[in-house]
């Protein structure tokens, strides 16, 4: 069973002072519309193609001498204080926040602030931001500003931080400060975003706080996941190597551990790094519209859930898996523990789940967890679809319900703690879902063993498949594995084709990691990949009940 936590995302926020008087927006000053104007045309022409680029990306406008005054006043006050370091392309992503608070009075959603810090080569999870609306000859309140929600004090306690600063002319007189901040626990030697199909993918990174149970994640081909266990040396760095995807695609890599002071407690992972990186394809200009906030005012609380739910379900109906089913047990359940984290009561996952949902008739095999503090149900989608350790459990095929609670932090206030659970229950045969996951455990073995994944072959597939339910329908024996090569040599027109194929049958599918079948998933001369199940009534094997046939072939 898989535990885990988002960690907390505080949008910690809007000290509107208005100390004086206000201006409106003139025409020139005003932001567009929209971000699809001036701050992406900014964003676009910086072209960075790496993280933790050198480059040192300065915003335009008239503020940025105002910038190195705060940021001097910053440091003067606080000597020698490494916990938050100055990142200049952050004072790039602060002005487009600037732009978009100016126009539409609200910080843009907190997986999208992640995303602007991708566009100009930031490593780091966004953790907070703070806005200021003054007039002109404050500089004073604007310093304090910077230190009281930028210092760490008692803000950050297991993760150094980078910030950035901007400083944005409203009107003759008016100006808004932003400042933000982004955890940073891992320091990243320089990594491409961009790579050709299946090219080696190699990541060195430093631990700047100590860490335990650090895994690898990686989403690839066809909704599926990669993960591995990272080894940390005794000075603290870690290496991850793989081949990439040979699709074409935008790949999210993470990284998880758990907090040294908070070793052995529930729930305790935390995401260290999150990063897409581009297989044959370049960077969008845009986001995806789920890392947008909401247009319209996230309804009330009593309705998250719903929304949640039918944004997992639009994901999961792009792969052509079934939608997942609210369950009013599991949601009670959920929303009892999540009022529990809200009041302090408890600080981790809720003990003997298992044990209570079996109680309460729900059947289960598993049961994913997440939990978080958010302002609203596209915020917690955003994030739950980005993070390959916690995509891969809602685009399970055998997870059917889900269960999300929500508890104010305090009254008044618009972040909520949310507890999410997704309940696995193995649905009937689906041949189409069985044939998906014996693909991404097949892909996922031959990562293992440092190649690259599989093409698969739509021609190779359709002949196997014919195959395959013909003997399932009694029509040919299952050892009849010379009229197969055969026809895949006549239906694929390519004489020096090389073939191996295998055949298993047995009660039930074969587990996830496919070992008896590695010696011939693993042969670097083999990447193209044709895979069938079907279920039947076996001739001289009367207690299998499912066939399945691994065909390789490659030049």
Not at 335 to 349: K, M, N, Y
Not at 396 to 409: C, E, Y
Not at 436 to 444: C, D, E, F, T
Not at 534 to 553: H, K, M, N, T, W
Request: with cysteine.
């Amino acid at each position: 069973m898989l535990r885990m936590t988002s960690g907390a995302v505080l949008i910690a926020v809007l000290a509107l002072l208005l100390l004086a008087p206000s201006a409106p927006l003139r025409a020139a000053d005003s932001p567009p519309d929209d971000l699809g104007g001036a701050s992406h045309a900014m964003l676009s022409a910086l072209a960075i193609s790496s993280y933790e680029d050198p480059a040192n990306t300065v915003p335009p406008g008239d503020d940025f001498s105002r910038v190195q005054e705060l940021r001097a006043a910053f440091h003067g006050e606080h000597p020698g204080e490494d916990s938050f370091t100055h990142q200049p392309a952050l004072d790039f992503v602060a002005r487009v926040v600037a732009l978009y608070f100016a126009r539409r009075g609200q910080l843009p959603a907190a997986s999208y602030m992640d995303w602007l810090a991708w566009k100009v080569g930031v490593v780091g999870r966004f953790e907070s931001a703070s806005v200021l609306k003054l007039g002109e000859g404050l500089r004073g309140v604007m310093r304090h500003n910077v230190l009281d929600n930028l210092y760490p004090g008692e803000k950050v306690s297991s993760a150094p931080c980078i910030y950035g600063l901007s400083i944005l002319r409203t009107g003759r007189r008016d100006y808004l400060q932003v400042a933000l901040s982004f955890r940073q626990p891992l320091r990243i030697a320089s990594l491409p975003k961009y790579y050709q199909a299946g090219q080696d993918f190699h990541l060195q990174a430093r631990l700047r706080h100590p860490y335990d149970q650090l895994e690898f994640f990686m989403d690839v081909e066809q909704g599926g996941l990669y993960s591995t266990p990272l080894q940390v040396d005794p000075s603290g760095n870690l290496e991850v190597n793989l081949r990439l995807p040979l699709e074409a695609g935008r790949y999210f890599v993470e990284i998880r551990g758990v907090p040294e002071d908070l070793r052995g407690q529930i729930g305790a992972s935390q995401t260290l790094l999150l990063l897409p990186v581009y297989v044959e394809e370049r960077e969008p200009p845009l986001p995806p519209a789920w890392m947008l906030p909401s247009t319209e005012a996230d309804s009330q609380p009593a309705d998250w859930a719903a929304l949640i739910l039918d944004s997992y379900n639009r994901e999961r109906g792009r792969l052509g898996l079934e939608p997942l089913v609210a369950d009013p047990v599991v949601a009670e359940l959920a929303a009892d523990w999540a009022g529990r984290l809200a009041s302090g009561q408890v600080s981790g996952f809720q003990p003997e789940l298992s044990s209570r949902l079996a109680s309460e008739g729900v059947p289960h095999t598993d049961i994913y967890r997440m939990q978080a503090h958010v302002t609203s149900p596209r915020e917690l989608a955003a994030r739950a679809l980005q993070e390959p350790s916690f995509r891969y459990q809602v685009l399970d095929f055998q997870v059917s319900r889900l269960g999300v609670g929500f508890s104010p932090v305090e009254t008044g206030k618009p972040d909520h703690v949310s507890v999410t659970y997704l309940v696995a229950t193995p649905p009937p045969f689906q041949q189409e879902l069985e044939v998906r996951r014996l693909y991404q455990a097949a892909v996922s073995l031959r990562r293992a063993a440092g190649m690259s994944g599989f093409r698969a072959d739509p021609v190779a597939s359709s002949i196997v498949a014919d195959f395959a339910d013909r003997v399932c329908r009694g029509e040919l024996a299952p050892d009849d594995m010379d009229t197969l090569k055969k026809t895949l040599r006549h239906g694929l027109d390519e004489p020096s084709l090389s073939l191996v194929a295998q055949q298993w049958t047995g009660s039930y599918l074969p587990p996830d990691d496919l070992s008896g079948f590695d010696v011939i998933l693993t042969r670097a001369d083999r990447p193209r990949l044709a895979v069938h199940a079907c279920r039947g009534d076996i001739p001289g094997q009367p207690s299998a009940e499912y066939v399945i046939f691994v065909v390789l072939a490659g030049r």
